[in-house]
């Protein structure tokens, strides 16, 4: 493993553990040329998956740009950073093991963290269909909000059939 600081790839890891339900594995390394510590993250990857965007172009799936969509519409809510890695992982996992071919459709993405995040959390849903669906009219939140059912206090929210939603 290169060191981030001087480039040697000359460590040793000095602690390992288990994270997020086993699916991922952090290592605490050393670097013995300039002594820097930093940690590294090792997850298993069944394949390589590519996403085929609505434009037709060709895009390797980005862990990091899944979280990052995910944060952003869970932003100033209740959800942990280790919830969205979970919701990550979930989606991640589901992708390979769910679909035959490696390429799988942003549409198929999207509506996989839409379910999520409708069980998550209904604001950062709304948030997140909101822009990954271009609202541009207020008559737009109207429709997805009449779709969500209303919840009790601490009930679970009601899965919405993927058809009523797009």
Same mark, same amino acid.
């Given at each position: 493993m290169r060191c981030p600081y001087c480039n040697s790839t000359d460590s040793r890891v000095t602690d +390992?553990?288990? =994270? /997020?339900e086993d699916a991922i594995i952090r290592r605490r390394r050393v670097c013995n040329q300039?002594?820097?510590k930093f940690t590294t993250v090792e997850r298993v990857q069944m394949r390589d998956l590519m996403v085929r965007k609505n434009s037709g172009k060709l895009e390797a799936f980005d862990r990091e740009k899944l979280r990052r969509s995910i944060k952003l519409a869970c932003r100033n809510r209740d959800v942990g950073d280790e919830q969205i890695e979970k919701l990550v992982? +979930? /989606?991640h996992r589901r992708l390979e093991t769910e679909t035959a071919d490696d390429t799988v459709s942003s549409a198929l993405v999207g509506q996989m963290? +839409? =379910?999520s995040l409708l069980n998550l959390d209904p604001i950062a849903f709304v948030r997140f269909v909101s822009v990954y669906r271009k609202f541009s009219r207020i008559s737009d939140f109207k429709k997805i909000l009449d779709q969500i059912p209303e919840a009790d206090e601490g009930a679970a929210v009601c899965k919405l059939p993927k058809t009523s939603l797009f």
């Open positions: +390992s553990r288990p =994270d /997020i300039c002594g820097a992982t +979930s /989606i963290v +839409s =379910d």
